[in-house]
T-cell receptor, first 114, second 114 residues
């Protein structure tokens, strides 16, 4: 089954404790992105990657890091989480080969930073 | 900077009625306009999309109307059903630095009451 998986689905942590949210896709997609979803603000892009070892900042990158060492994986790293990073996070992937530009989203990770 | 404005924020519609969600964009470089549907606890999923060379696209009960001169597009859900209750995001994308960058609206929470 074609899918994007994220782990963990729920995470409660404390300020300053480094964490990683994993993302993996099995569709051989070139493009992967991370978004955060906040009430009244919609989905905002944090980082994206066009291929292995190619990453770039989205609209709200402050406080986040990413890496793309393998095509299928795109982890999101919060080196020193703060309460304003409490949010719902989505990983997404897409291909430039199908001409639809459709993004496939993971199920989300709800993060609470106290 | 909000490049895609979406309204209303929430909408309650009687079963069998028509749901209408509106979006407006600013950047004329946008060339793909998808709508995503998100059920509680799930990631967004592509519902329907349109390119600016057509004024309307219909898929079942869902129709996108597109007004290029006004830089506006809308989603119409005919014969709305309780199963349509979800959050709907409009989006606009354009090629930027070799990547199809997507900008999302703020979302509309639709509730269809029996």
């Amino acid at each position: 089954e074609a899918q994007v998986t994220q782990n963990p689905r729920y995470l409660i942590t404390v300020t300053g404790k480094k964490l990683t949210v994993t993302c993996s896709q099995n569709m051989n997609h070139e493009y992967m992105s991370w978004y955060r979803q906040d009430p009244g603000l919609g989905l905002r892009q944090i980082y994206y990657s066009m291929n292995v070892e190619v990453t770039d900042k989205g609209d709200v990158p402050e406080g986040y890091k990413v890496s793309r060492k393998e095509k299928r994986n795109f982890p999101l790293i919060l080196e020193s989480p703060s309460p304003n990073q409490t949010s719902l996070y989505f990983c997404a992937s897409s291909s430039d080969l199908d001409q639809t530009d459709e993004q496939y989203f993971g199920p989300g990770t709800r993060l609470t930073v106290t | 900077q909000q490049q895609v404005k979406q309204s209303p924020q929430s909408l309650i519609v009687q079963k069998g009625g028509i749901s209408i969600i509106n979006c407006a964009y600013e950047n004329t470089a946008f060339d793909y306009f998808p709508w995503y549907q998100q059920f509680p606890g799930k990631g967004p999923a592509l519902l329907i999309a349109i390119r600016p060379d057509v004024s309307e696209k219909k898929e079942g009960r869902f129709t996108i109307s597109f007004n290029k001169s006004a830089k506006q597009f809308s989603l119409h859900i005919m014969d709305s059903q309780p199963g349509d209750s979800a959050t709907y995001f409009c989006a606009a994308s354009m090629l930027s630095g070799g990547y199809q960058k997507v900008t999302f609206g703020t979302g509309t929470k639709l509730q269809v009451i029996p």
